[in-house]
């Protein structure tokens, strides 16, 4: 009996079309929970380091006083977690998956350039001498 049902499914796996995509022939299909790999503005990077705290396998490091924030790309986890907790949302998911790595080091660096905007000086009558 077992015998049948084996040869049921190696004659209908034979004829029917593979379950897998070629890829990269035929790319596979992204949706809206697809997720990438995280991408980060530097620009707009406060090194607050939640992402760090937050992330749950220690993929990211903010070295705030040398303005570097590393990621580990073999250690994410892909969990969405930083995006979701950065203030100032300047990480999001990119959908396209990271490129094949070249060397066993996962870790990619990024120079943050964020210039904190001066306040405005006040005058002697606590009024913005600006206004
Ligand atoms: S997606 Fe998750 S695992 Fe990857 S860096 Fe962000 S918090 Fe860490
Ligand atoms: S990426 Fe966002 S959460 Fe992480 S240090 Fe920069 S501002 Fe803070």
Same mark, same amino acid.
Not at 30 to 56: A, E, F, N, Q, Y
């Given at each position: ?10 004659? &209908? ?7 897998? @995509?070629?890829?990269?022939?035929r ?5 809206g @929970?697809?997720r ?6 530097p ?23 040398? &303005?570097?924030?590393?990621?580990? &790309?073999? &250690? ?16 999001r998911?990119?959908?396209?998956y990271?490129?094949?790595? @070249?060397?066993?080091?996962? @870790? ?19 009024e913005?001498a600006?206004?």
């Amino acid at each position: 009996m077992a015998f049948f049902e084996m040869a049921k499914t190696a004659i &209908r796996t034979v004829v029917s079309r593979p379950a897998t @995509l070629m890829y990269p022939a035929r790319p596979g299909k992204k949706t809206g @929970l697809s997720r990438g790999h995280v991408v980060i503005d530097p620009s707009r990077c406060i090194s607050c380091g939640m992402c760090m705290k937050k992330c749950p396998s220690e993929a990211i490091c903010v070295e705030k006083d040398e &303005r570097i924030w590393r990621i580990d &790309r073999l &250690r994410c986890v892909v969990c969405n977690s930083c995006i979701e907790v950065c203030p100032v949302k300047c990480l999001r998911m990119d959908l396209q998956y990271s490129p094949a790595l @070249l060397s066993h080091s996962g @870790l990619e660096t990024f120079l943050i350039t964020y210039v904190k905007p001066e306040r405005p000086k006040k005058s002697e009558t606590g009024e913005n001498a600006d206004a």
